[in-house]
């Protein structure tokens, strides 16, 4: 989740960190911020750096917002992104700014995909468990009942090459 995420980021020293969500229509987008506000407020990082912009999950709009996020904001040390559509897009961004992942920046997506590991760097994300999502729920229509249940499901933080701990100047 969001939080998960964030807070591996600000592990790593990262106090700047820029939310590039979805559409602020989109419920997931609320969860996502949520997730990350809780995780600066647990760690005592002020709401004054919260840094979040929307790119309704397109892959040319997160491009822009990440060029513009990062130039209004040159103190941005990381990137938490509300999509794996963004990932690929983000990346490019910030090398075509002249920066590189992760020395200068880090980046972790929501949500992993197949392609994440094959961007140069991998892209750290968080891997939902889809698989175990469906069975449970194609179980529970089959049982039927009708019950309504909230279920938990723990997603996994993949650990790959674009995040690193802050460079100290």
């Known amino acids: 989740d969001a939080y998960k995420g964030v807070t591996h980021l600000i592990s790593l020293g990262h106090g700047k960190i820029a939310l590039i969500a979805g559409t602020s229509k989109a419920t997931v987008t609320s969860k996502i911020i949520k997730g990350y506000k809780r995780a600066f407020k647990d760690y005592n990082i002020g709401s004054e750096d919260n840094i979040i912009s929307y790119a309704d999950y397109d892959y040319q709009m997160a491009y822009e917002k990440t060029i513009a996020l990062l130039k209004k904001n040159p103190s941005i040390t ?34 992993d995909s197949e392609i994440m590991p094959l ?9 939902w468990p889809y698989y175990d999502m469906g069975k449970t729920a194609a179980e529970m229509l089959i049982r039927g009942g009708g019950e309504k249940k909230r279920l938990i499901f723990e997603t996994e933080l993949v650990v790959r090459g674009s995040t690193s701990k802050v460079r100290q100047y």
């Open 119 to 127: 961007l140069d760097p991998p892209i750290t994300a968080i891997k």
């Open 78 to 111: 990381s990137f938490f992104l509300g999509g794996y559509e963004m990932g690929p897009a983000c990346l490019k961004a910030v090398k075509d700014s002249g920066l590189s992942v992760p020395e200068d920046i880090s980046i972790i997506c929501y949500v």
